[in-house]
């Protein structure tokens, strides 16, 4: 059974409507071909072996227990312990804790004469340090009241330390804020449910949730790999194995359309000789990417799949940076050399990782290339020419215009054209400048900025006009051979007119209606290109 037909109506409407919102580069722009179309080359991937390797299922769930990783802790301790130094209200008694510490940190370096002193005593509180709860700074005294020392040494306990100092100095809410450092770290042990997929919505969505983080693979926020997740799910060897979340993401309230929000993801790939985690998002989380590894190497060993593994018992480590796996060998160890590659896809290999390879170490090849077929996800075309790695649809799909200033993409209707170039509005009103004697908008470089001077000591710098070359050479405003010109101190050419030299039109131009009061206008800033001569 063609793995197409596995998708039930409303998966397909969300697959088609999330194309629709998301696919253009200028908003909303339904796709031209069926969706047959679009998804025959997911199709023809995950049939390879993949959908083989899933027991033709599009995605796999199952209960898990893990334990958070020291950057999740970190993130926690931060939201909960050390942030509200910076942002909370001034009763919360984390605030009032760290206040405190700090202040009696400032006060003990100050007798002593010793900035190591208060650098420890701040590391001590730091978020790395409680996340970890272990001191990572070389051993140093700490005076306390009776005049005697506390030695806290390299690899202690931080929470034993912190209060042992606290209650000796008597600082305010320090009980409170060791219950909240505590329960941050209580909260190692987690459960969830995790989801292994094919399925398509999970390759668009890898990036977009409701769970409060993107990368630049998101759909939503335009990021700017997002072909890299179409050639994830044409992708004959990569599966999305991520961390439901209980509350669903949802993508428009009106249609009740919604799908599993990722708390956490990683792209795993799986070829007959390699399974590897890729980078997990929006954390590495090395105990949740073994979990994955494990089941996925289960997974295969429990289907039908012939010629893959067997793989090695133990999960090995792959270095990233000099692209090789260290392995032992009857002889000792040896390393093996392994690269991978992509094509539009943000290559996440580059640094640590975890695998497994097949038990014969002949057969893990030198390198693995896995993205697969790019495609204009409206008409199903495979692109072979794209302007950015960020395109969804190919350029005859898309007929969106680039604004010559800032570079974003808009419809044709929302540029506005100058001297045959097109400009956003944004940027036509920042840098396009009408000419004051014609009113013909030019970019603004294109024009020249004129200023009025009594004198050559008194250029006006806030009396200024801007004229086309055509309107320069008329003489409305005043005898071309009229403009002086100073170099001085400016790293590019002042030109300015006396008012003398000004005709009627020119003054009005400058806002005066006669020489007279133009000579009187006393300037917020003048220039003396005298200085000049």
Same mark, same amino acid.
């Given at each position: 059974?063609?793995?197409?037909?596995?998708?039930?109506?409303?998966?397909?409407?969300?697959?088609?409507?999330?194309?629709?919102?998301?696919?253009?580069?200028?908003?909303?722009?339904?796709?031209?071909?069926?969706?047959?179309?679009?998804?025959?080359?997911?199709?023809?991937?995950?049939?390879?072996?993949?959908?083989?390797?899933?027991?033709?299922?599009?995605?796999?769930?199952?209960?898990?227990?893990?334990?958070?990783?020291?950057?999740?802790?970190?993130?926690?301790?931060?939201?909960?312990?050390?942030?509200?130094?910076?942002?909370?209200?001034?009763?919360?008694?984390?605030?009032?804790?760290?206040?405190?510490?700090?202040?009696?940190?400032?006060?003990?370096?100050?007798?002593?004469?010793?900035?190591?002193?208060?650098?420890?005593?701040?590391?001590?509180?730091?978020?790395?340090?409680?996340?970890?709860?272990?001191?990572?700074?070389?051993?140093?005294?700490?005076?306390?009241?009776?005049?005697?020392?506390?030695?806290?040494?390299?690899?202690?306990?931080?929470?034993?330390?912190?209060?042992?100092?606290?209650?000796?100095?008597?600082?305010?809410?320090?009980?409170?804020?060791?219950?909240?450092?505590?329960?941050?770290?209580?909260?190692?042990?987690?459960?969830?449910?995790?989801?292994?997929?094919?399925?398509?919505?999970?390759?668009?969505?890898?990036?977009?949730?409701?769970?409060?983080?993107?990368?630049?693979?998101?759909?939503?926020?335009?990021?700017?790999?997002?072909?890299?997740?179409?050639?994830?799910?044409?992708?004959?060897?990569?599966?999305?194995?991520?961390?439901?979340?209980?509350?669903?993401?949802?993508?428009?309230?009106?249609?009740?359309?919604?799908?599993?929000?990722?708390?956490?993801?990683?792209?795993?790939?799986?070829?007959?000789?390699?399974?590897?985690?890729?980078?997990?998002?929006?954390?590495?989380?090395?105990?949740?990417?073994?979990?994955?590894?494990?089941?996925?190497?289960?997974?295969?060993?429990?289907?039908?799949?012939?010629?893959?593994?067997?793989?090695?018992?133990?999960?090995?480590?792959?270095?990233?940076?000099?692209?090789?796996?260290?392995?032992?060998?009857?002889?000792?160890?040896?390393?093996?050399?392994?690269?991978?590659?992509?094509?539009?896809?943000?290559?996440?290999?580059?640094?640590?990782?975890?695998?497994?390879?097949?038990?014969?170490?002949?057969?893990?090849?030198?390198?693995?290339?896995?993205?697969?077929? &790019? #495609? @204009?996800?409206?008409?199903? %075309? $495979?692109?072979?020419?794209? =302007?950015?790695?960020?395109?969804? +649809? !190919? *350029?005859? /799909?898309?007929?969106?215009?680039?604004? &010559? #200033? @800032?570079?974003?993409?808009? %419809? $044709?209707?929302?540029?506005? =054209?100058?001297?045959?170039?097109? +400009? !956003? *509005?944004? /940027?036509?009103?920042?840098?396009?400048?009408?000419?004051?004697?014609?009113?013909?908008?030019?970019?603004?470089?294109?024009?020249?900025?004129?200023?009025?001077?009594?004198?050559?000591?008194?250029?006006?710098?806030?009396?200024?006009?801007?004229?086309?070359?055509?309107?320069?050479?008329?003489?409305?405003?005043?005898?071309?051979?009229?403009?002086?010109?100073?170099?001085?101190?400016?790293?590019?050419?002042?030109?300015?007119?006396?008012?003398?030299?000004?005709?009627?039109?020119?003054?009005?131009?400058?806002?005066?209606?006669?020489?007279?009061?133009?000579?009187?206008?006393?300037?917020?800033?003048?220039?003396?290109?005298?200085?000049?001569?």
């Amino acid at each position: 059974m063609a793995i197409f037909s596995q998708l039930t109506r409303p998966e397909t409407e969300l697959i088609y409507d999330y194309i629709y919102m998301y696919g253009s580069r200028s908003g909303y722009h339904q796709p031209i071909a069926p969706l047959a179309k679009i998804l025959k080359p997911w199709e023809e991937a995950k049939e390879q072996y993949l959908h083989q390797m899933m027991g033709g299922e599009l995605i796999k769930t199952k209960k898990i227990s893990f334990k958070k990783s020291e950057e999740e802790i970190a993130n926690t301790i931060r939201e909960e312990v050390t942030r509200p130094y910076h942002f909370a209200d001034d009763d919360n008694p984390c605030k009032i804790f760290l206040n405190a510490w700090n202040e009696l940190a400032d006060m003990l370096s100050t007798e002593h004469n010793d900035m190591e002193l208060y650098w420890a005593m701040r590391e001590l509180v730091s978020t790395n340090t409680l996340a970890a709860n272990r001191i990572r700074y070389k051993a140093i005294d700490i005076p306390l009241p009776n005049e005697k020392k506390y030695r806290v040494l390299d690899g202690a306990k931080a929470s034993k330390a912190i209060g042992k100092i606290a209650l000796a100095y008597g600082l305010p809410k320090y009980e409170e804020f060791r219950i909240a450092h505590s329960q941050a770290l209580n909260e190692k042990s987690l459960t969830g449910e995790i989801c292994m997929s094919i399925h398509p919505m999970d390759y668009m969505t890898m990036s977009d949730n409701d769970c409060g983080w993107g990368s630049c693979m998101s759909w939503t926020d335009h990021g700017d790999y997002r072909q890299g997740t179409v050639e994830m799910m044409n992708s004959p060897m990569v599966v999305v194995v991520y961390l439901k979340s209980s509350t669903d993401y949802m993508i428009d309230k009106r249609a009740n359309q919604s799908w599993n929000s990722k708390r956490w993801r990683e792209l795993f790939i799986v070829t007959r000789d390699v399974i590897m985690g890729v980078k997990g998002y929006p954390y590495w989380n090395r105990n949740l990417e073994s979990i994955a590894l494990d089941w996925i190497k289960e997974t295969i060993e429990n289907s039908s799949l012939e010629g893959f593994g067997p793989y090695c018992d133990e999960i090995m480590d792959y270095d990233g940076h000099d692209h090789k796996i260290r392995v032992s060998t009857e002889n000792g160890s040896e390393d093996i050399c392994l690269d991978f590659g992509t094509g539009l896809m943000y290559n996440d290999v580059y640094d640590e990782h975890q695998l497994y390879i097949a038990k014969d170490f002949s057969r893990v090849p030198d390198t693995i290339y896995y993205s697969g077929m &790019a #495609e @204009c996800m409206s008409c199903g %075309d $495979r692109l072979y020419d794209y =302007e950015t790695e960020s395109d969804l +649809y !190919c *350029e005859s /799909c898309d007929p969106v215009y680039r604004c &010559a #200033e @800032c570079g974003e993409w808009h %419809d $044709r209707d929302d540029l506005i =054209e100058v001297d045959g170039v097109l +400009y !956003c *509005e944004y /940027c036509y009103n920042d840098y396009v400048v009408e000419c004051d004697d014609c009113g013909t908008p030019h970019y603004y470089e294109d024009l020249e900025t004129i200023y009025m001077a009594k004198d050559n000591s008194r250029v006006c710098m806030d009396k200024q006009i801007h004229l086309d070359d055509n309107c320069l050479r008329s003489g409305n405003f005043f005898d071309r051979e009229a403009i002086r010109v100073s170099w001085g101190r400016w790293h590019y050419s002042l030109r300015f007119v006396l008012v003398d030299d000004l005709t009627e039109e020119g003054l009005e131009a400058f806002g005066f209606d006669s020489k007279e009061k133009a000579i009187a206008y006393k300037s917020h800033e003048y220039y003396d290109a005298s200085e000049d001569e």
